[in-house]
T-cell receptor, first 112, second 113 residues
Framework: EAQVTQNPRYLITVTGKKLTVTCSQN?????MSWYRQDPGLGLRQIYY???????DKGDVPEGYKVSRKEKRNFPLILESPSPNQTSLYFC???????????FGPGTRLTVL | KNQVEQSPQSLIILEGKNCTLQ??????????LRWYKQDTGRGPVSLTI?????NTKSNGRYTATLDADTKQSSLHITASQLSDSASYIC????????????FGRGTSLIVHP
């Protein structure tokens, strides 16, 4: 089944404790992206990747890192999480940037 | 800066009624426009995609229109059902150097029985 998977689905952590949210797709898509969604603000792009080893900042990259060492994986790294990073995070992939994106199920992160 | 504005922000209708959601954009040059449906707590799912040459696209009870001259799109939902309760997001992609999609903030639709 073609899908985008994210792990974990739910995470509660404390300020400053490094964490990684994994994202994997099995559709051989070149484009992958991370979004955060907060009430009233819609989906905001954090980082995106056009292909392996090619990443770029989105609209709200501060406090986040990503890597794209393999085509299928695009982990989101929070080196020192803060409470303002409490949010619902979505990973998405598509054949190319302008194509239909397929979204993962979301990761609900709470930073205390 | 590329922008996508959606209206209304939220909408409440009775089951069986029709409704229309609006999307205005400034993305240029234009490549395509998509409407996504997002159920609460889940990832968005694509409903329709429209390119510059298309002005109407249907997907069951959902009909999207596009006026590329005025840079406006609408999503019309016919005979609404309780399962239509969701957020509807307009996403516009440009061509050339502006192909990264720009997301609207969405319209929250609630369908009451």
């Amino acid at each position: 089944e073609a899908q985008v998977t994210q792990n974990p689905r739910y995470l509660i952590t404390v300020t400053g404790k490094k964490l990684t949210v994994t994202c994997s797709q099995n559709m051989n898509h070149e484009y992958m992206s991370w979004y955060r969604q907060d009430p009233g603000l819609g989906l905001r792009q954090i980082y995106y990747s056009m292909n392996v080893e090619v990443t770029d900042k989105g609209d709200v990259p501060e406090g986040y890192k990503v890597s794209r060492k393999e085509k299928r994986n695009f982990p989101l790294i929070l080196e020192s999480p803060s409470p303002n990073q409490t949010s619902l995070y979505f990973c998405a992939s598509s054949i190319a940037g302008a194509d239909t994106q397929y979204f993962g199920p979301g990761t609900r992160l709470t930073v205390l | 800066k590329n922008q996508v504005e959606q209206s209304p922000q939220s909408l409440i209708i009775l089951e069986g009624k029709n409704c229309t959601l609006q999307c205005n954009y400034t993305v240029s040059p234009f490549s395509n426009l998509r409407w996504y449906k997002q159920d609460t707590g889940r990832g968005p799912v694509s409903l329709t995609i429209m390119t510059f040459s298309e002005n109407t696209k249907s997907n069951g009870r959902y009909t999207a229109t596009l006026d590329a001259d005025t840079k406006q799109s609408s999503l019309h939902i016919t005979a609404s059902q309780l399962s239509d309760s969701a957020s509807y997001i307009c996403v516009v992609s440009g061509s050339g150097g502006s192909y990264i999609p720009t997301f609207g903030r969405g319209t929250s639709l609630i369908v009451h029985p």
